[in-house]
Every structure is written in structure tokens, then in C-alpha cells.
């Protein structure tokens, strides 16, 4: 799994825990590793994705962000 969503999913745990802390014990629960990558990389896809519709001009500078996107997560869509 890519550093970056290994660090997001990190986030999200901790996010839930302070946003559901009720004042009782609370457990982390993270996916698998497999499994949030998985799903990460699935997001990604969503977002190169709606990168690249529409018009033309709209699907031309989306290819560009569409790039940018798969070299910062490291995933190959």
C-alpha cells in the first residue's frame, strides 16, 4: 500500500475514534492492509475517472489531473 494511503487510512481511524469517543473504552478496528488498499485504490479510479469525462477540452485537461493523481498515490489505473 502507498505511503500516502496508508498514512489516510491512519487519519481516518483516528478521525472516528475522536468523533465516536463517548467516554467508555473504544477500539480501533482497521480493515486489512489488503483490504484498504484495495479500496483506496477503487476511489481512485472514481476520481481518474470523472477526471476524464465531458467535452473535448474538459477530457484533455483531465487526462492531465487524471496523471497527477495516479503519481501521487503511486497506483497504476
Not at 9 to 22: L, T
Not at 57 to 74: N, T, V
Request: aromatic share 10%; net charge negative; with cysteine.
Amino acid at each position: 500500500m502507498n505511503q500516502r494511503i496508508k498514512e489516510l487510512a491512519e487519519q481516518a481511524a483516528v478521525n472516528d475514534m475522536v468523533n465516536n469517543f463517548n467516554g467508555e473504552d473504544y477500539t480501533v478496528r482497521m480493515p486489512s492492509e489488503t483490504w484498504a488498499g484495495e479500496f483506496a485504490e477503487l476511489i481512485i479510479q472514481e476520481c481518474v475517472k470523472v477526471c476524464t469525462e465531458g467535452n473535448q477540452i474538459e477530457k484533455a485537461m483531465g487526462l492531465y489531473y487524471s496523471k497527477q493523481i495516479k503519481k501521487h498515490f503511486g497506483v497504476e489505473v
